[in-house]
């Protein structure tokens, strides 16, 4: 009978080893990403699409600005700029001919020179069109307000109607916090630090559910001196699409 039970105990070893001499440790969960953006220019609210608990995906609008003067100036440098490559293209046919009739002798070089400089003037002129096109046009750009990542909405200060200034003290923002990925943040000894540096196998564990680490880092500069010793703060990547908030206690786990 004895034998049999130390058969059995000798089996289940294999299964239950690597919980048996994991290393756990007590940690916070975080977000992963965290940011406030705002407007890059100056204008009124138009609409406001989020508000804060929703979640946006990457490229989602969040807020846009009133744009019927940005879309005027657009329409307007798009034709100042048509208008100059027509001009350039009838400068550039004027030249051919006269280049032709230089080469026949009857036109001096003082003629031709004096052409091609008007030549030149126009293509100064097209370029200037292209690049203020280019400006008005980044402007419009610039008054639509869109998420850099999947994302969690946590605040905003945007209203609707609303004037805001890029350049204010206090601009208006919105925060954002990337959705889909956290991060679980530990304190840990030398000795840990050193075991860690073996590349083992790091879980999260929170409440019934366990998540593979996807990333994880070890601070080079302790942050704190306990009295066990220097402490460093380790910090795991782990991805979920459900939300998780920050503060959140939850376990990592270190399988040699």
């Given at each position: 009978?004895?034998?049999?039970?130390?058969?059995?105990?000798?089996?289940?070893?294999?299964?239950?080893?690597?919980?048996?001499?994991?290393?756990?440790?007590?940690?916070?969960?975080?977000?992963?990403?965290?940011?406030?953006?705002?407007?890059?220019?100056?204008?009124?609210?138009?609409?406001?699409?989020?508000?804060?608990?929703?979640?946006?995906?990457?490229?989602a609008v969040l807020v846009s600005?009133?744009?019927?003067?940005?879309?005027?100036?657009?329409?307007?440098?798009?034709?100042?700029?048509?208008?100059?490559?027509?001009?350039?293209?009838?400068?550039?046919?004027?030249?051919?001919?006269?280049?032709?009739?230089?080469?026949?002798?009857?036109?001096?070089?003082?003629?031709?020179?004096?052409?091609?400089?008007?030549?030149?003037?126009?293509?100064?002129?097209?370029?200037?069109?292209?690049?203020?096109?280019?400006?008005?046009?980044?402007?419009?750009?610039?008054?639509?307000?869109?998420?850099?990542?999947?994302?969690?909405?946590?605040?905003?200060?945007?209203?609707?109607?609303?004037?805001?200034?890029?350049?204010?003290?206090?601009?208006?923002?919105?925060?954002?916090?990337?959705?889909?990925?956290?991060?679980?943040?530990?304190?840990?000894?030398?000795?840990?630090?050193?075991?860690?540096?073996?590349?083992?196998?790091?879980?999260?564990?929170?409440?019934?559910?366990?998540?593979?680490?996807?990333q994880s880092r070890i601070g080079?500069?302790?942050?704190?001196?306990?009295?066990?010793?220097?402490?460093?703060?380790?910090?795991?990547?782990?991805?979920?699409?459900?939300?998780?908030?920050?503060?959140?206690?939850?376990?990592?786990?270190?399988?040699?």
């Amino acid at each position: 009978m004895k034998n049999r039970f130390r058969i059995l105990l000798l089996g289940l070893l294999p299964l239950t080893a690597g919980t048996l001499f994991a290393d756990t440790f007590d940690a916070i969960v975080d977000w992963n990403r965290r940011v406030e953006v705002g407007f890059g220019m100056s204008g009124q609210v138009k609409a406001v699409e989020v508000r804060p608990g929703d979640a946006v995906a990457a490229g989602a609008v969040l807020v846009s600005l009133d744009t019927v003067l940005l879309e005027i100036a657009v329409n307007k440098a798009l034709n100042t700029k048509a208008i100059s490559e027509a001009e350039m293209e009838r400068q550039l046919a004027v030249l051919e001919r006269e280049q032709t009739l230089y080469d026949e002798g009857a036109l001096s070089a003082v003629q031709l020179e004096q052409v091609e400089l008007d030549l030149s003037r126009t293509e100064f002129a097209f370029n200037d069109a292209q690049l203020e096109h280019r400006r008005v046009g980044h402007l419009l750009e610039l008054a639509t307000l869109a998420a850099p990542f999947d994302a969690w909405v946590v605040d905003s200060d945007f209203m609707l109607g609303q004037f805001v200034h890029h350049q204010a003290d206090s601009p208006v923002l919105m925060t954002l916090a990337e959705r889909g990925r956290y991060v679980a943040e530990a304190e840990i000894d030398g000795a840990a630090v050193e075991r860690l540096t073996r590349n083992p196998d790091i879980k999260i564990r929170l409440g019934d559910k366990t998540f593979e680490a996807a990333q994880s880092r070890i601070g080079l500069e302790p942050i704190a001196d306990g009295n066990e010793g220097q402490r460093y703060l380790l910090s795991v990547q782990f991805e979920t699409d459900d939300l998780i908030r920050p503060g959140t206690s939850c376990t990592v786990l270190v399988v040699p």
